[in-house]
């Protein structure tokens, strides 16, 4: 069942976010993010069986010129589909309000991820929640524009 509510409200905020520029579905209003509204970006990722371009509204962090998002899943078990075709192919693309760009997508290392986490969840505390949900370590993710030359 959440699976299903993942997918489809995914599908929902992605539309209207396109639509409006960001200006709605560009925050996270939900659980933790009710009184802290928590930005929101699509990622545009392709798919590694299929080879289809998907969108994936996610929450992320600036971290400098990087942005940092997470592939939490709300605590399920599994990762996260977009975090699998990710790892097959990093090349992707965000939209953050009406700002579209290249990124490349790597796995946060643990020193990396050390320092992340707790800016993490200052920024949305229910990933502390989800961490305690799965067995699973929630990967941590870094999107780095691509070098070019």
């Known amino acids: 069942m959440t699976a299903h509510i993942i997918r489809y409200g995914s599908r929902v905020q992605t539309w209207v976010y396109r639509r409006t520029g960001g200006r709605v579905g560009g925050t996270w209003r939900i659980g933790a993010g009710f009184r802290r509204p928590v930005p929101?970006?699509?990622?545009?990722?392709?798919?590694?069986?299929?080879?289809?371009?998907?969108?994936?509204?996610?929450?992320?962090?600036?971290d400098g010129d990087d942005i940092i998002v997470v592939a939490s899943q709300g605590g399920r078990a599994d990762h996260p589909q977009w975090y699998r075709n990710l790892?097959?192919?990093?090349?992707?693309?965000?939209?953050?309000?009406?700002?579209?760009?290249?990124?490349?997508?790597?796995?946060?290392?643990?020193?990396?991820?050390?320092?992340?986490?707790?800016?993490?969840?200052?920024?949305?505390?229910?990933?502390?929640?989800?961490k305690s949900w799965t067995q699973r370590e929630i990967p941590v993710l870094i999107l780095?524009?691509?070098v070019t030359g």
């Not at 969108?55 to 600036?62: D, F, I, R, S």
């Not at 992707?92 to 997508?105: D, F, G, K, N, P």
């Open 40 to 62: 929101t970006l699509l990622l545009e990722h392709r798919g590694r069986k299929s080879g289809k371009v998907f969108t994936a509204p996610l929450l992320y962090l600036p």
């Open 144 to 146: 780095s524009r691509p």
């Open 87 to 130: 790892v097959a192919d990093p090349n992707a693309h965000i939209r953050i309000r009406s700002e579209h760009r290249a990124v490349v997508a790597r796995v946060a290392n643990p020193q990396e991820r050390q320092r992340l986490w707790p800016l993490l969840t200052e920024l949305y505390a229910d990933f502390d929640a989800y």
